[in-house]
C-alpha cells in the first residue's frame, strides 16, 4: 500500500464545475506539495503547504494535519486545467518526497 | 530564461550503450533531486544533492552514478543501460532540504529514455 493516496484515479468535469481531488497519507510529515503535469509532460509545483489553506488564482489547497489529508480545489473549472495532479509530502523523518499516484483530470467544454 | 534545465529532452539508444543526462538551474537553489517517472507516470526519488554533496540515494542500481560538479549542476550517467531503464527523468531544485526548506520544487521538463 502507497504511504500516500490520491481520490480519485481519473475525474472527468464540464467547464465551470468545481473540483475536489483528494490525498491521504498513513505517516507524519513536515510539508506536502501539490504538482500539476500537463499532457507535455512538464511538472509544475502548484503550492507547498503544512497547515491551513492556501490560495492561488482559481486553485485552493488544504490540509488537516490530525486527519492527515489534503485537498485540491478547482473552481471555476477550466480546459486548460486537463492534467495530472500529483500530491507528494515530504516524510518528517527524512528528506525525501513521497508521491501519490496522481489524478488524471479532463475539463471538457 | 529557463529555471531548470535538461538535455537532452529525448534519448534513444541501444541496451549496453552508456548515456548521460545534464541538468543546470539558474535559481541559486542549493539542492537539487534526480526522478525517474515509469510508464504508470509514478514519480520516484532516485537521487538528492544538497551543496554538492549527496543526501539521498534510493534503492538504485549502482549503474546510475550522480555527479554534481557545482552546486548549479547535477547531471546522471548511466552505465549499461537496460530495457527497464527507459522511463522519463526528471530534475528538480529547492532551497534548503528537508527541515530547512524554504520553497516549493522546481521541475526541468523531463527527458525521455527510450532503450532499444
Known amino acids: 500500500k502507497n504511504e500516500v493516496e490520491q481520490s480519485p484515479q481519473n475525474l472527468t468535469a464540464q467547464e465551470g464545475e468545481f473540483i475536489t481531488i483528494n490525498c491521504s497519507y498513513s505517516?507524519?510529515?513536515?510539508?506536502l506539495h501539490w504538482l500539476q503535469q500537463h499532457p507535455g509532460g512538464g511538472i509544475v509545483s502548484l503550492f507547498m503547504?503544512?497547515?491551513g489553506k492556501k490560495k492561488h488564482g482559481r486553485l485552493i489547497a488544504t490540509i488537516n494535519i490530525q486527519e492527515k489529508h489534503s485537498s485540491l480545489h478547482i473552481t471555476a473549472s477550466h480546459p486548460r486545467d486537463s492534467a495530472v495532479y500529483i500530491c507528494?509530502?515530504?516524510?518528517?523523518?527524512?528528506?525525501?518526497?513521497?508521491f501519490g499516484t496522481g489524478t488524471r483530470l479532463q475539463v471538457t467544454l | 530564461d529557463t529555471a531548470v534545465s535538461q538535455t537532452p529532452k529525448y534519448l534513444v539508444t541501444q541496451m549496453g550503450n552508456d548515456k548521460s543526462i545534464k541538468c543546470e538551474q539558474n535559481?541559486?537553489?542549493?539542492?537539487m533531486y534526480w526522478y525517474k517517472q515509469d510508464s504508470k507516470k509514478f514519480l520516484k526519488i532516485m537521487f538528492s544533492?544538497?551543496?554538492?554533496?549527496?543526501?539521498i540515494n534510493e534503492t538504485v542500481p549502482n549503474r546510475f552514478s550522480p555527479k554534481s560538479p557545482d552546486k548549479a549542476h547535477l547531471n546522471l550517467h548511466i552505465n549499461s543501460l537496460e530495457l527497464g531503464d527507459s522511463a522519463v527523468y526528471f530534475c528538480?531544485?529547492?532551497?534548503?532540504?528537508?527541515?530547512?526548506?524554504?520553497?516549493?520544487?522546481?521541475f526541468g521538463e523531463g527527458s525521455r529514455l527510450t532503450v532499444l
Open positions: 528538480a531544485s529547492s532551497q534548503g532540504v528537508g527541515s530547512t526548506l524554504t520553497g516549493e520544487l522546481f
Open positions: 505517516v507524519g510529515i513536515s510539508a
Open positions: 503547504l503544512s497547515s
Open positions: 507528494a509530502v515530504r516524510l518528517s523523518s527524512a528528506s525525501k518526497l513521497t
Open positions: 535559481l541559486g537553489h542549493d539542492t
Open positions: 544533492y544538497n551543496n554538492k554533496e549527496l543526501i
